[in-house]
């Protein structure tokens, strides 16, 4: 049976420093005040959709042994926007975090504790040493076991102190929007508003409804609410609320009522993007429009006939966890096609954004969670992998090739192409799709996972900064959410060049065009402003801004190495309880490339085996190892032969690391990571 992941060496911990803490009522803290805890340090970047996903895995953890766990978040910023304090304390609002967090800017706490990715766990013991170093999510299990051994080890010695911990909740923010995702015009007639020829009186909820039986209204995901509001083209007026405002996962009834605070009973959880289905396609289904209720790992229909919520896709067991994204072959081609006529049984891993395709007759999916684009049939009920082989990073080609990184925003243009804002390349991406239905993935903008910045101009070297939300404008051209820019930046597919046509805007999360002339006679711009809870109009203007702030870097330590031959090695251990999946070979795998390519000369690729010796050239003086890591283990205790049980359940753990390195003669020659454990 495996051991469960320690240290054998005693390793003191390193001092927690950085700029400032939050959820501590303003007091700072140190590893002597924690001493007596079992102290769970959490590297994360408010981008990292892997980082999101470990904070919802601990949360049970944390609830569990309140009083002898202290989880600490050690943010540690990919992108230079998430440097800014204010907008790391709204990330920390927006995503309920109850720990203390430190604010670590300049990357001293990550250095100080060697951490390589987003996400990094480290534990640390009651007596301050730390006990084991874990990369990417899916610990949760090991850690369940960890943690008990932990607590019984040091209570015999006298070095547990129970008792609450120092997490200060803070104050929170109100508003009828809050940290809203997306949004989608409902067409009149199509909402709770009636048609133009109807009465324009008031709504079943006894709200004024004028304005919307003439353009229509806005069906808005209020996120932070885990909730769905439909609103009045001034933004203002609620003209139905969908959803409990509770998170959870619960179909039935959505619709408020204000006389019966009872009669809703659907629960959402941060419910990001919207698509209305066309009308003939709803009439058969039963339901209007298909929401991608991120943390719930599900699609979910809501009728605006009844106000109605159903889940369509998903086993609300997240994707990564129960079967990983798509095996890849050695060649790095990914499996693309149907998955399954039963959606319901499908795993699905954050769905982003969602549009309807017409030439693919389907719902495409932005499958933040496993970096790929997915499909659901609403009259089938099949579900299909549409483009990405799961692996993170910026790669064009067919679907089952091609790379992407966190797809957050998708729109189809008049040829029937998906343009996607891939969130972590800082890219836009097109899906060029055939008259049969064959994908293949071209990019606009965008250089790679840690190449970001605000210039604008030639489309080869224009940069973004992490966009979430994109849209077609009536010229041909699209309007980008540049998200951590604060900005609206448009793409000339005619020229390839790149402006700007809005700055100064909180984390715009979406951007959609407005036709109803609503706010005037030109057409405009409306923009979900996330980290100012609102939506707002903004003009399309007639001469674009040209702006270059500079290209940049994720700028982390380089890690000097020497030309000619590295061995790479990366450590796991299976926690106590699972083995190695070793019934069909060997159970792990390990993918290497390299920014720029010429930098490995031989030993790349994809492989089973986490050992693997590449030779790097001296004639490139720097550049970036990109490794995938994965290995899977089953729980349940051996059989006599020493089998896995035949229904044990499973578990990928996987990693992907972008290590910066400087090629110098008296470099490393050995390069050592840790997918789970440490020697």
């Known amino acids: 049976m495996s051991e469960t992941v320690r240290t054998h060496a005693r390793v003191r911990a390193s001092e927690l420093v950085g700029r400032n803490w939050l959820n501590t009522g303003g007091k700072s803290l140190d590893l002597e005040a924690l001493r007596g805890k079992i102290v769970l340090l959490d590297f994360w970047t408010f981008c990292c959709i892997n980082c999101l996903h470990v904070l919802d895995e601990l949360r049970p953890l944390e ?3 309140s009083d002898v766990l202290v989880t600490v978040g050690v943010h540690s910023p990919k992108f230079e926007h998430e440097a800014d304090p204010v907008a790391l304390a709204a990330a920390v609002e927006r995503y309920e975090i109850h720990h203390p967090v430190l604010d670590d800017p300049e990357l001293e706490t990550w250095k100080a504790y060697t951490a390589r ?14 006990v084991a170093h874990l990369s990417g999510e899916g610990h949760a299990d090991g850690l369940a076991v960890l943690i008990p051994e932990l607590i019984a080890e040091h209570e015999a010695k006298g070095t547990l102190h129970r008792g609450s911990g120092p997490y200060v ?23 709770t508003a009636p048609n133009p020829g109807q009465d324009a009186g008031a709504s079943d909820g006894g709200t004024s409804v004028d304005a919307a039986a003439t353009h229509g209204s806005w069906l808005v995901t209020d996120t932070g609410h885990h909730r769905i509001l439909e609103l009045d083209t001034d933004f203002h007026t609620v003209l139905a609320t969908y959803g409990t405002g509770t998170k959870g996962h619960v179909d039935g009834p959505a619709a408020a009522d204000p006389a019966d605070p009872d009669a809703a009973t659907a629960q959402f959880n941060e419910p990001q993007g919207l698509v209305l ?13 298909v929401i991608a209720d991120s943390v719930n790992h599900r699609l979910r229909g809501l009728s605006l006939q009844d106000g109605k919520a159903t889940t369509l896709v998903g086993n609300g ?3 990564l966890l129960e079967t990983g994204p798509a095996r890849v072959d050695e060649d790095a081609a990914g499996f693309t096609g149907r998955l399954s006529e039963h959606p319901l049984e499908v795993s699905l891993s954050s769905p982003w954004d969602v549009v309807w395709s017409r030439k693919l007759k389907a719902v495409v999916i932005a499958m933040a969670g496993t ?6 049939d609403p009259l089938t009920g099949a579900v299909a992998i549409a483009a990405g082989n799961g692996l993170e990073g910026l790669l ?6 091609a790379w992407f990184a966190q797809p957050s925003g998708l729109a189809e243009d008049a040829d029937g192409n998906l343009w996607v804002a891939d969130s972590e390349t800082s890219a836009l991406r097109k899906l060029v799709i055939d008259d049969g239905g064959t994908v293949t993935v071209e990019s606009a903008v965008g250089k790679g996972l840690f190449d970001f910045g605000f210039r604008d101009g030639a489309a080869a070297e224009a940069r973004l900064q992490h966009p979430l939300g994109v849209t077609v404008l009536p010229d ?49 711009l409306v923009v979900v402003e996330a980290n100012k809870h609102q939506l707002v109009y903004v003009p399309i203007p007639k001469e674009a801004q040209q702006v270059d702030e500079g290209a940049v870097q994720t700028h982390r330590p380089k890690s000097p190495v020497a030309p000619g031959l590295l061995e790479l090695k990366v450590r796991f251990t299976a926690p106590t309880g699972q083995k190695l999946d070793d019934r069909w070979g060997d159970p792990t795998q390990m993918k290497i490339s390299s920014t720029p390519p010429e930098l490995i000369v031989a030993g790349g690729g994809t492989s089973v085996g986490l050992l693997r010796t590449v030779e790097l050239s001296a004639d490139v003086p720097e550049g970036i190892l990109h490794i995938t890591a994965r290995a899977a283990a089953c729980d349940g205790p051996e059989t006599e032969d020493g089998e896995i049980p035949d229904h044990a359940a499973c578990h990928l753990y996987q990693q992907d690391w972008g290590i910066p390195v400087l090629l110098q003669d008296d470099g490393d020659t050995e390069l050592v990571l840790d997918l789970r454990g440490m020697d």
């Open 317 to 319: 067991i997240q994707r």
């Open 63 to 65: 609830e569990q042994y």
């Open 371 to 376: 970096h790929q684009i997915f499909s659901f």
């Open 277 to 289: 289905l066309p009308e003939d396609v709803a009439a058969k289904v039963g339901y209007d429009v």
């Open 169 to 191: 909740a803070p104050e929170p923010t109100s508003g009828t929007l809050r940290f809203p995702g997306k949004a989608l015009f409902l067409p009149a007639g199509r909402g």
């Open 117 to 130: 990715a987003w996400p990094t766990l480290v534990v640390i013991d009651p007596e301050g040493y730390i």
């Open 396 to 401: 064009d080609g067919q679907g089952h090739e």
């Open 476 to 524: 041909g051209s699209v309007a980008i959410a540049d998200t951590y820019n604060g900005a609206v930046r448009r793409y000339d597919p005619a020229s390839k060049t790149v402006s700007t046509l809005a700055r100064g805007l909180a984390e715009p999360s979406d951007v959609i065009v407005d036709h109803t002339h609503a706010a005037g006679s030109e057409p405009l």
